[in-house]
């Protein structure tokens, strides 16, 4: 499709289809400076371009020649090097954030199932718990206070129970000063991967009252740790590499597959929120909100829906989709099928849609029976991060008590906890809202102000809806910790 | 068969199969005829009228068709096959025979469906009786359309005039947002095609005015509207039979005031100068010589466009901007000239504060606001609406203009008004509303949509140089997508409890107050 005079706009499209050629420097600088310069926007294409990419490394091994993986520890060292880099490029797109977070899970998942079989092998020696790679490379001291304790550990069905505290001091910088040397610090946990770490400092094992981990309170996503540790001397290293590889690749692919079926997914509730008859506003261009949407029209259930219009980001896609139909998301497979692979527009599908200029929205929200909404990110605190006009949307819903429902996949849910509102949100191109050709000297006089993304806390919302069901934004980090691990919430800085 | 089928250029369906027999492919013939026939259907919001002209549409979304055109011959060869029309179904056979005669059913069917010529009529009948033994033994087709017309007889269930002129229909009413569809009753005029005689000149012109936006605003209209009438008054001599009071009102003024209102629906300040000016030419001694009592409705004109909307402007700008402190960030929506004049008034007396203005489509009148405001050295940044929450997070007082206060106190300003003003709201920023007596109404709303302003949905459509792409992007096609509504209201309602002061020219009221100042005001009126 590129012809030989002028190379392709740069897009997702194209670096998926560069990254099996090219050198994986190469790739990495690539998706760096797509981030920066945002030719890739949504965050389902950050989301999949870093999932690929990260397959990539782990492909390619500790050399980079496709050879194997030293340990475990390497690996995820590796992925954080590479992870923080990514971050750093677009730090205001959080997915990038969680995808690599749950990668970073995956590898310490496979590690601890590794090491339970080679545990049942070399027998037991009960270790304390133990920290992971911190920042400043120093073991963290464990809290011994009840106060300490965060019912999150016990929840999340990990064993961690010394990293309670510095769970939360990691996200709460101002913490007590007894806790101040785990500030800077990785919570600690007992899996079995902290030993694989630092097993010069096993001696430094202290029991905490908190070793057991809870019993029947298992994650789905993740095992937990097992209680036996072994001492690292005797594990194998050289045996074990080549699986890691296998088995993390396995876990990345069922990452890959979980992102291209979230749509899916979450349209199965469908049926459960929409009736005949009913009035939803919605806003956007959103794949996901137009599955959904889709699903419940295709069963018959006849409803009108008004669509704000996201003037002036985002408003030409919601009127290509409105007229003409959802584009498909770029897949892992097929890298967008383009205009034939389209969705059935709404209309088409007997729904009554109803194009409104943002300013609508107060108006109509009396008349209106749910809000639909999609967002770029979902903090672990419940809040989030959309398209601008959202904040608005959420504050007359919640005037006129209208439910909220946002459709998210897990994949937008984020473990870090939201300090900083203000700088998590995007400002755009001014020339959107007053072109310089247009009135030049209108700018030169006016500050003109373009804010791409809203904040919206997390009393805006009544329900999460996603692919692993619906939930309201209080079981939020019930979600989070059964995806990402404590250990990897703090990526460190470069 | 062939020559028969090819010699009848007059439909175009036989053309269109014409065109595609000498191939000497059965499918193509087929693909042609059924392009014509699912255009006569007409039931896919295409542009069409009940005469489809079957090959200008073949000629385009030929591919599209087919699968229309498929899905409906199974549908219908279901339908014959359940009515027991005879398994008559020899297999599928792609004989060139086969294919031109039911070719030539087609055009048959369409055309008893009432479209085409009587020749071409007669001689497909023909045709069809003759070809039809054949078509039966060969009616199977890859497309299958041949079965389901070899084996039912005359088409009886569809006549495009009545199907496709009912579907049509339908498309079209399902146009207008249902919530609002009281509301489309009120016209917009655009020319003055068709206008009364009796309409004076000027205010023609400004009904033009008025219908494109050149005047827009509550103030600006009245005042407009006003001094239109002015002229119109001096142009008028009274009739012999009758005096000045009894006849100007309802034989001179009333023409001009519905032709305004063809253009565009009134505004409540407009209402309220016309009853004033009515109850003035009421009151006029009808012994006054002609010449006098204008001149004297004249200077009553005058006056109160003085006093209820001049002085009572520069009187509102003086106490509002005492409300402006220095350091102040003033948030405003859209353009109000009473909060421009505030904003001048206080920038002169040399406060120091900046101005964040919010602006809207498709009217973006913010950006007249902002420019002029920035023309006179104000520190302004410029938003659109969906920005709002940005901007209330710096701004310590929102002012805002009004098309009416209502009599619940409500405020029924541009729509958007009620965003700033809930946002505001939610953070505690005091919301000031400016607005003259003369904007205040007996009336009452509790929502934005019994009592509204629709405007044409084509406003809505980018500009094509805005939407970057030559044909007004994607939204242009919006009409024929059925199920598809713009939705273009002017105006929304804001609840009394997000205004803390309405500011008019008898002071600061609580918007309470709005219906004691209402009764003050006319029947001070109504005393002089």
């Not at chain 1, 019930?478 to 800085?493: A, F, K, P, S, W």
């Not at chain 2, 409300?323 to 859209?334: E, H, Q, R, S």
């Not at chain 2, 701004?395 to 009620?418: E, K, P, Q, Y």
Request: glycine residues 8%; hydrophobic residues 40%; charged residues 20%.
């Amino acid at each position: 499709m590129p012809s030989a005079l002028a190379p392709p706009t740069p897009s997702l499209t194209t670096y998926l289809r560069s990254l099996d050629e090219a050198p994986l420097d190469k790739s990495i600088t690539t998706l760096i400076s797509l981030l920066k310069r945002r030719q890739i926007r949504s965050s389902r294409s950050c989301a999949l371009a870093t999932t690929k990419l990260l397959i990539r490394v782990v492909e390619a091994g500790e050399d980079g020649s496709d050879g194997k993986w030293s340990s475990t520890q390497a690996l995820i060292a590796h992925i954080r090097t590479v992870g923080r880099k990514l971050i750093s490029a677009q730090p205001k797109e959080i997915v990038i954030g969680n995808i690599v977070r749950r990668v970073l899970g995956v590898i310490r998942e496979v590690a601890d199932r590794d090491s339970e079989t080679v545990a049942d092998l070399s027998g037991s020696e009960i270790s304390g718990p133990t920290s992971p790679i911190t920042i400043t490379g120093e073991r963290s001291v464990l809290p011994m206070r009840l106060s300490e304790f965060s019912p999150r550990d016990v929840l999340s069905g990990r064993p961690g129970t010394a990293d309670s505290v510095a769970s939360s001091t990691f996200s709460s910088p101002a913490a007590a000063p007894q806790q101040r040397p785990n500030l800077m610090t990785a919570p600690t946990g007992t899996s079995l991967f902290s030993i694989l770490q630092h097993p010069q400092t096993q001696t430094r094992s202290t029991s905490s009252p908190y070793a057991t981990p809870p019993a029947g309170t298992q994650s789905p996503a993740l095992r937990p740790s097992p209680t036996f540790k072994s001492t690292i001397s005797t594990i194998p290293e050289g045996g074990e590499s080549l699986d890691i590889k296998a088995e993390v690749l396995d876990g990345l692919a069922e990452l890959l597959d979980e992102l291209s079926v979230v749509d899916t997914q979450i349209a199965e509730s469908a049926l459960e929120h929409i009736h005949s008859g009913e009035v939803i506003l919605t806003h956007g261009s959103s794949r996901t909100v137009q599955r959904f949407l889709l699903t419940a029209a295709g069963k018959k259930r006849r409803f009108t829906v008004f669509v704000a219009e996201l003037y002036p980001n985002d408003h030409l896609a919601v009127h290509d989709t409105l007229v003409n139909g959802s584009l498909p998301p770029v897949s892992p497979e097929d890298e967008g099928l383009g205009e034939k692979g389209r969705w059935k527009a709404l209309t088409a599908a007997g729904v009554t849609v109803v194009l409104v200029p943002d300013t609508a929205v107060f108006a109509l929200m009396p008349r209106v029976n749910k809000v639909l909404l999609s967002p770029h990110a979902v903090m672990a605190s419940g809040s989030l991060l959309a398209a601008a006009g959202t904040e608005t949307i959420c504050l007359a819903a919640k005037e006129h008590r209208v439910p909220v429902v946002v459709l998210a996949g897990v994949y937008k849910l984020s473990p870090v906890y939201p300090f900083d509102e203000e700088g998590m949100v995007e400002y755009g191109d001014p020339s959107k809202v007053v072109g310089f050709a247009e009135d030049g000297r209108f700018i030169d006089g006016v500050d003109v102000v373009n804010p791409i993304s809203d904040f919206v806390g997390a009393e805006g919302v009544g329900l999460y809806v996603t692919n692993l069901g619906g939930c309201a934004p209080g079981y939020l980090y019930r979600v989070v910790g059964d995806h990402y691990r404590n250990e990897d919430i703090e990526l460190g800085r470069d | 068969m062939a020559p028969s089928v090819g010699g009848d250029p007059a439909a175009p369906t036989d053309t269109a199969a014409s065109q595609s027999a000498p191939d000497g492919s059965s499918k193509a013939a087929i693909d042609g005829a059924q392009t014509s026939k699912t255009s006569a259907i007409a039931s896919s919001g295409k542009q069409e009228n009940g005469v489809a002209n079957g090959e200008t549409k073949a000629s385009g979304a030929e591919a599209k068709k087919r699968a229309k055109a498929e899905k409906a011959a199974k549908r219908e060869r279901e339908k014959a096959e359940r009515a027991g029309a005879g398994g008559t179904a020899a297999g599928p056979q792609a004989s060139e025979q086969g294919g031109q005669s039911s070719g030539a059913l087609k055009p048959t069917q369409n055309q008893q469906k009432g479209q085409k010529d009587r020749q071409g009529e007669a001689k497909a009948q023909a045709q069809a009786q003759t070809s039809s033994k054949d078509a039966k033994a060969s009616h199977k087709r890859t497309g299958s359309v041949s079965a389901a017309n070899a084996q039912r007889p005359l088409a009886l269930r569809r006549r495009p005039s009545q199907s496709g002129g009912q579907a049509k229909e339908s498309k079209q009413i399902v146009k207008e947002v249902g919530l609002f569809g009281h509301l489309y009753n009120q016209p917009r005029r655009y020319t003055i095609e068709g206008a009364s005689k009796a309409v004076h000149p000027a205010v023609l012109a400004l009904g033009l005015q008025m219908s494109s936006y050149t005047i827009c605003g509550s103030s600006a209209r009245c005042v407009a509207m006003l001094l239109a009438f002015k002229k119109a008054i001096e142009a008028y001599s009274t009739p012999k039979e009758t005096s000045l009071p009894r006849h100007m009102s309802s034989h001179y003024l009333s023409p001009q005031i519905d032709f305004l209102k063809t253009c565009r629906p009134i505004s409540v300040s407009m209402g309220n100068a016309i009853r004033w000016l009515k109850d003035q030419i009421i009151h006029i001694d009808p012994d006054t010589d002609d010449g006098e009592a204008k001149a004297e409705l004249c200077a009553g004109i005058d006056q109160f466009i003085r006093e209820r909307i001049t002085v009572a402007g520069s009187a509102i700008a003086a106490s509002a901007s005492t409300k402006i402190k220095p350091g102040d960030v003033i948030l405003t929506y859209a353009k109000s000239a009473l909060v421009e004049q505030t904003l001048l008034r206080a920038h002169e007396a040399g406060t120091d504060f900046r101005v964040i203005v919010l602006d809207s489509r498709p009217l973006f009148e913010g950006k007249n606001l902002a420019r002029a405001l920035a023309r006179a050295g104000l520190r302004v940044q410029y938003m659109l609406l969906s920005a709002a929450p940005h901007a209330a997070k710096e701004a310590t007082t929102v002012l805002l203009g009004a098309h009416a206060m209502m009599s619940n106190g409500r405020l029924c300003s541009r729509v958007g008004t009620a965003v700033v003003a809930m946002l505001a709201h939610a953070r505690a920023i005091p919301v000031i509303v400016c607005c003259e007596s003369v904007k205040f109404t007996d009336r009452v709303a509790l929502d934005s949509i019994v009592q509204n302003e629709i405007a044409p949905s084509e406003e809505l459509l980018l500009p094509s140089a805005a939407a970057g792409v030559a044909d007004g992007g994607s939204l242009a096609k919006w009409k024929e997508t059925p199920g598809l509504q713009l939705l273009n209201i002017m105006y929304d309602v804001t609840p009394a409890e997000y205004i803390d002061m309405v500011v008019t020219e008898f002071g600061f009221l609580p918007p309470s107050s709005v219906p004691v100042v209402h009764r003050i005001s006319t029947e001070r009126d109504v005393r002089t």
